[in-house]
């Protein structure tokens, strides 16, 4: 059974980093697009970050445009997401999955706090 874990998160002070990693076990996501995702209390999930299964193609939403990178290790099943100069509003629980189509059952995600 595939399983997807989310880790990294925290809390941080406003302009302050985070790594998330995004691994998947049970089965490899190599050949996937695999995405970030977010979902603050209250509000729905959205879009964060993709990446082709070759790394070769990203995109961002424009909320984490320039502050955001996404990258992979197709070695080790693993989907990283960088964030710095983190703002009060990124705060929200982080999570991944296939793209467009979520395949995969969701994580449990990684929860991300920003204070001001």
């Known amino acids: 059974q595939v399983q997807l874990v989310e880790s990294g998160g925290g809390l941080v002070q406003a302009g302050g980093s985070l790594g998330l990693s995004c691994a998947a076990s049970?089965?490899?996501?190599?050949?996937?697009?695999v995405a970030w995702f977010r979902q603050a209390p209250g509000k729905e999930r959205e879009f964060v970050s993709a990446?082709?299964?070759?790394?070769?193609?990203?995109k961002y939403a424009d909320s984490v445009k320039g502050r955001a990178t996404i990258s992979r290790d197709n070695a080790k099943n693993t989907v990283y997401l960088q964030m710095n100069s983190l703002k009060p509003e990124d705060t929200a629980v982080y999570y991944c999955?296939?793209?467009?189509?979520?395949?995969?059952?969701w994580g449990q995600g990684t929860q991300v706090t920003v204070s001001s």
């Open positions: 999955n296939t793209a467009p189509v979520p395949f995969f059952p």
């Open positions: 990446i082709s299964w070759s790394g070769g193609s990203t």
């Open positions: 049970g089965r490899t996501f190599n050949s996937y697009t």
